[in-house]
């Protein structure tokens, strides 16, 4: 299994432009998770998705930004218009609703936003 | 969620066993208590975790008191690749539940 595949791995962009990020799930998870890290805030939930439907979005800092999951195999997550303080690493995570107990997260491996 | 409290940094020996402590005395019936690690530059990866009984996989074990409030992670024997920040969280273990990071304990294993 090639884990959860995030694109692109880098992405540097100029104030007020829009950035689209993409998550590629683990084959048949059936959660998707969008967390934001910087150093003053850490690891933060944005936006996680089940069965492609939004069940929780009150971490999105405001409404710059967007998810969407049009599909099983795809998420997208959106920065209209950016701004320098955007400037963070975007995790995706999937995991597999097993019931109680694990629920093990699978993070991908992050992307790397810098806006100018 | 409970809150949880964990050291801000410790360093460990390659080879001793590294002993991480976690403080969650708000914890709650039914929350279970997870450690995930993240390597510098990566995504957080899972660990171990339990709900009041003590476990144990090919990663590490979990001590958690009776009480269940706290709980210590041990890395039997730690390796330069061990090197990491961990997190210690609490939260009912129903699928989909989000995970809430705290600061971490960062962890430096020396040689």
């Known amino acids: 299994d090639a884990g959860v595949i995030q694109s692109p791995r880098h992405e540097v962009t100029e104030m007020g432009q829009e950035v689209t990020l993409r998550c590629k799930p683990i084959s048949g998870h059936d959660y998707l998770f969008w967390y934001r890290q910087t150093m003053m805030r850490g690891l933060e939930l944005l936006i996680y998705?089940?069965?492609?439907?939004?069940?929780?979005d009150s971490g999105m800092p405001e409404d710059r930004f967007s998810a969407k999951m049009p599909n099983a195999s795809f998420s997208t997550l959106k920065i209209q218009p950016s701004e320098p303080r955007d400037s963070a690493v975007y995790f995706c995570?999937?995991?597999?609703?097993?019931?109680?107990?694990?629920?093990?997260?699978?993070f991908g491996p992050g992307t790397r936003l810098t806006v100018l | 969620d409970a809150k949880t409290t964990q050291p801000t940094s410790m360093d460990c020996a390659e080879g001793r066993a590294a002993n991480l402590p976690c403080n969650h005395s708000?914890?709650?019936?039914?929350?279970?208590v997870y450690w995930y690690r993240q390597i510098h530059s990566q995504g957080p990866q899972y660990i171990i975790h339990?709900?009041?009984n003590n476990e144990t996989n090919e990663m590490a074990s979990l001590i958690i008191t009776e009480d269940r409030k706290s709980s210590t992670l041990i890395l039997p024997h730690a390796t330069l690749r061990d090197t990491a920040v961990y997190y210690c969280?609490?939260?009912?273990?129903?699928?989909?539940?989000?995970?809430?990071f705290g600061g971490g304990t960062r962890v430096l294993v020396k040689p």
């Open positions: 969280i609490v939260r009912v273990g129903t699928a989909g539940n989000k995970l809430t």
């Open positions: 708000t914890i709650s019936g039914n929350e279970y």
């Open positions: 998705f089940n069965n492609n439907v939004p069940i929780d």
């Open positions: 339990g709900l009041k």
């Open positions: 995570a999937s995991s597999l609703g097993t019931g109680i107990g694990l629920n093990e997260q699978f």
